[in-house]
C-alpha cells in the first residue's frame, strides 16, 4: 500500500505540473511572452493527447495478441513514468530550447500511462463461458451522457460496454452486462479499465450472476 501511495504521488505531481503548471512554469521560470507560452503549452497538450489514443491503442493490440494483462500494463506504466522523470530532469537542467523539448518527450511519456489504469478482480467463479455482470458504478453525468469500461477476461481480447450517466454521486447503481471468455466453474480474472477510446465512469464493485454471486 505504501509503494502504491508513493508511486500515486509521484505520478500525480508529474501530471498536475503538466496540467495545470506549465504555463506559469514557462513564464516565471523560462522567461517566455504569454503568446510564447500559449502556443508552447497547446503543442505540448497535444503531443500528449495525441500520444494517449495511439499507445492506447497499441496496449490494447498487445492484449489482444495474447500477451499477459499485467504484464503490458505495468510495461506501459514504468516505461511511461521513466520517460516522464527523464523529461523532467533535462527541463530542470538544460537551456531553454533543451527543455522545451524535455517537456515535449514528457508529454509523449504520460501516453504510457494513462491507458494502463485499471483494477483487477481476481478468483472469480463463473457459471458459464459466458456470463452476466452486475456492474455497480456511480457518476454525475446528464442521463443522455455514456461512459465506457473496458473488460479483459481471462487475457481475451477486450469487450468493451457502455453505461449511462446517473446524475448521482451518492450510491452505486448497478448496470447489467454480458462477457465471455471465462472458464465455467474455475477460477477466473476480470480487468477493468477505461476504454482508450473514451472516458469511464468511477467503478465500485462487480457482482456475478450465478452461484457464487459477490465479487
Do not use: C
Request: aromatic residues 14%.
Amino acid at each position: 500500500a505504501w509503494g502504491a501511495s508513493l508511486g500515486h504521488f509521484a505520478g500525480n505531481y508529474a501530471f498536475y505540473f503538466v496540467v495545470s503548471w506549465l504555463p506559469l512554469y514557462l513564464v516565471k521560470a523560462r522567461g517566455f511572452s504569454m503568446a510564447h507560452m500559449s502556443v508552447l503549452s497547446g503543442e505540448i497538450y497535444l503531443v500528449y493527447a495525441a500520444s494517449l489514443i495511439v499507445l492506447g491503442w497499441a496496449n490494447d493490440r498487445l492484449i489482444a495478441s495474447g500477451l499477459p494483462v499485467e504484464g503490458v500494463r505495468k510495461g506501459f506504466i514504468a516505461t511511461g513514468f521513466l520517460i516522464v522523470a527523464a523529461g523532467f530532469m533535462v527541463a530542470s537542467m538544460a537551456p531553454p530550447g533543451s527543455a522545451i523539448a524535455a517537456l515535449f518527450v514528457a508529454g509523449f511519456g504520460f501516453g504510457f500511462i494513462g491507458p494502463s489504469k485499471g483494477v483487477k478482480f481476481t478468483n472469480v467463479t463463473a457459471p458459464a463461458s459466458t456470463s452476466n455482470l452486475i456492474v455497480y458504478y456511480t457518476n454525475g453525468d446528464a442521463y443522455n451522457l455514456t461512459r465506457y469500461l473496458q473488460f479483459i477476461v481471462n487475457g481475451t481480447a477486450p469487450q468493451v460496454r457502455p453505461f449511462g450517466g446517473l446524475q448521482d454521486w451518492s450510491r452505486p447503481r448497478g448496470g447489467a452486462v454480458t462477457l465471455s471468455g471465462f472458464k465455467a466453474g474455475g477460477n477466473n480474472e476480470i480487468f477493468v479499465t477505461a476504454d482508450s477510446s473514451h472516458s469511464a465512469p468511477d467503478l465500485d464493485w462487480i457482482e456475478v450472476l450465478g452461484p457464487t454471486s459477490s465479487v
